[in-house]
């Protein structure tokens, strides 16, 4: 089932699923576009390349409530806070980010203790993939179809978008997103050619390059693996390195948090935030023990733990190329440049 | 999100508070649950972790110091920490008196490998407060329905002085048993202690424990954990009957916060109890 | 008269081979090429061979006296400074961070330097009104003359018309977005403090969410730390990875200062930080 409507009634498309749930999804800000809740159907904006922050804050908010206590109060009075989620409708999010949900799923849900509120608020969300423009040239800091994916991908959407000038075509990828688009007014069936050039777009949208092509998940981790104790390599490729944490703050597979009693005038909340391994105290223990001191140990624990360690624990690289901890890096540290030295071009051709 | 949520920890009552050292900043806290059904559900074995947890302190991961053979209470041994992060949970629960109550969250990660040692004889070695999950090893397999799957065991425990040592009536009990070969040592002795004097390391290796089908259990500071290794190594033992427990700075407890990790593995989830055949297979990272 | 980067790139090339060759210094803080030419890194060379990798670019905005705290003292160090670097130098040099006898200082006498993220000329934001580094050893190139200088405090113009709500309105709006990555801090020069104090957790002096109360804690905080210290390198601006235009309210103390003491940061080695020097004629403005 391929849908279509135009971008000036976008506001139409919104309020629909305003009606229906939270919908979430790119709003030009100060600074770039975020992904937000929509308040008012007009902010929706389909006119960009990708968010400054990713789409993981919809799952994995940057703060998340566990418990709000009173320290007057005796422990059985602390009272779990209920996440208010309601059906969301993600709008807007291109197709390396889809794939980084199905990659943080494997963490925090398909594996050891699941993790309740990434479950709920998974559940709870419909996602409208949106292929890249494959007209524009490619942004020079993203290399997603290095690791494999389509610049026009539908996997891993529900309802899978494509914008052809002031026309906007919807297709129901999964059965959850049919039922939803069968019912959603103001949507008019797209005409046969119009199918076939949906169709080929997303056909062609593998060929759409990025930087490099074809790596191995497998080799790279055994390289990082092997390159691990080389202090000279780890120090070369992070003199650089602020040691900020912008990288993984950005990044859409970068799970990291802290738990934190946040306090004030007795009343607190314990939440959990988002934390960054790049952070000095990062893991400074209590004795006042910390294995990692130098910027290298931990640009290096960063990098290792997406190239290398993650592909040993969970299988896939733990980067889908999104681009956005090169876009943002105030020293321009590209983490596949590092990549690519690390494995002394063995493992990637250039397009 | 209340019902089966990791992250939030179920209340404990403090039913007893035993203070361990002369320096008076290490103290075991013995624990009874508030509801009946977190006791059911708080099954644990030795070597296991439970994150102590006070609202607007944080969190503290520590080791369980009782056996699950102690039924009815869970015991935690703890340090007042503080060196250069000020210890917030460890200083406010040293603070706290009998009755009083916090939150409790676990048990978190791999017990003692128990059926890999069943059968085998056990080398127990410890140093100073580190001795924790030691404890709970050694208690749990003293306990009349254990003590025959085990072969012979041998504890080793070192402090730095005879009032450092944790668990003092314990150990005097465990010497006057037949079934347990119970080797007690310090650094440096005082005028009433009578007892042995020299560093663990050389006295293991004086000990000489055999390796013939036995497995050691190694845990201690980490200066202690680097000159015993060789002896253990010396005298024959395989790096995969050398087991000893890691410790990293921990937050959640259960693999999702990205903390702890060693290479690939998270200390809390997959850990933390490793044998040195695994530690081998991972970056020397902590 | 133009700017010609090939022509600094090509003196500073030079200047950091026979300084490495000669044994003056054991690294060269300089400018590397990033993943494409746009993007340009901060590179430390330290062999003769690395020399090549050396570039420079109107997109080197990058401020490598961030980086000469990171290196124990008597580390000889070779550093590549344009305008608002040096004065970042000499204040480093004023507060005993680093020693004069420890670095050779690689002067850029340089404009129309440009934001990579933006493509915006910089010069009005940063350069503190300056062209010439304050502090050289070596010059790379000729001292710019005849450009034209625009107060470093043009740019506060509309700022200063707010009124006193407006401004806090503005803050509370502006630090609201603040997603507490601390780029600002880590890219600043000045910003040395280990542990800062926003990570200290006993007394703690704000909450690590990004949220109202502790994005104000930290950022109102770190405004006063570089009072009379600020650089005016607008690194920690260029950092911000939401734009978040904190140099306005550098700029605004900076100027303060100025008129106050009648000193600006990191212009003298012979100055004292103007907030560790009493004088008995100082201004009492700051009382009121």
Known sequence: MLKKTTIDKLPELAACLMEKGTLVAPVKEAGGFNFRAITDAAQVDLIFHNTILSPKTVFFPQTEDFVRYSVYQPILEAKPVEPEIRPTFLFGVRPCDVKSFEIMDIHFTRTGVPDPYWRKRRDATIIFGFAFDTSEEADPAEFYHTLGIGAADPDGSDVFMLRRDDVLFLKAVSPRGENLLGGLAGLTDAAPDERKYFDDYIAQGHDYKTRYTCVDAEAIAKEFEAIFHNTDFWTKVSNACLSCGICTFVCPTCYCFDICDETQFGQGVRRRVWDACMFTDFTLEASGHNPRTQVYQRLRQKICHKYSFHIRKYGPISCVGCGRCTRYCPVNIDIFSIVEQAVQAKWYKRM | ?286 | MAISFEQIEQHLKTEALKLLESGKVILVLAYGRGYDANHPMPYVAKHPSDVDNIVFNEYCTANLARYLTRYPRRTKIAIAVKAADSRAVVQLIQEDKVCREDLVVLGIPVYGMKNFKTGEVIDSKTTGGLYNPVLYDILLGEEVHGQPVSSPYDVLAAYEAMDKEERWAFWQRELGRCIRCYACRKACPMCYCDPCFIDQNKPKWGEKSPESPGNLMYHLTRFHHLAGRCIDCGECSRACPVDIPLYLFHKKVAKDCEEMFGQAAGMSIGDKPVLVNFRVDDSDKILE
């Open chain 2, 1 to 286: 999100m209340s019902e089966n949520n990791p992250y939030i920890p179920m209340p404990v009552e403090i039913s007893k508070i035993i203070d361990e050292v002369d320096t008076h900043d290490i103290k075991t806290f013995r624990f009874t649950f508030v509801n009946k059904d977190d006791e059911q559900k708080f099954v644990y074995l030795p070597g296991q972790f439970a994150e102590l947890s006070i609202y607007g302190k944080g969190e503290s991961p520590i080791g369980i110091a009782s056996a699950p053979t102690d039924a009815g209470y869970v015991e935690f041994t703890v340090q007042r920490a503080g060196a250069i992060l000020p210890g917030l949970v460890t200083s406010a629960l040293h603070d706290m008196d009998e009755g009083g109550r916090i939150g409790l969250r676990g048990p978190l990660g791999h017990s003692w490998p128990i059926e890999f040692l069943e059968k085998k004889n056990i080398v127990v070695v410890g140093g100073g407060f580190a001795f924790t999950t030691l404890r709970s090893l050694v208690k749990y397999m003293l306990h009349k329905d254990n003590r025959s799957r085990f072969g012979d065991i041998t504890v080793i425990y070192g402090a730095r002085t005879p009032g450092l040592l944790c668990y003092k009536d314990e150990l005097a009990a465990w010497e006057k048993r037949s079934d347990i070969k119970t080797i007690i040592t310090v650094d440096k002795g005082n005028e009433t202690w009578t007892g042995r004097e020299g560093f663990v390391p050389a006295v293991c290796k004086d000990v000489a424990p055999s390796p013939e089908n036995a497995v050691a259990v190694i845990c201690g500071p980490p200066v202690m954990i680097k000159f015993t290794l060789p002896v253990f190594f010396e005298l024959g033992f395989s790096k995969e009957n050398i087991l000893t427990s890691l410790e990293m700075r921990m937050k959640c407890g259960i693999g999702k916060c990205g903390r702890c990790n060693v290479g690939y593995k998270y200390v809390c989830s997959d850990g933390p109890v490793f044998s040195l055949a695994e530690l081998e297979d991972l970056p020397r990272d902590f």
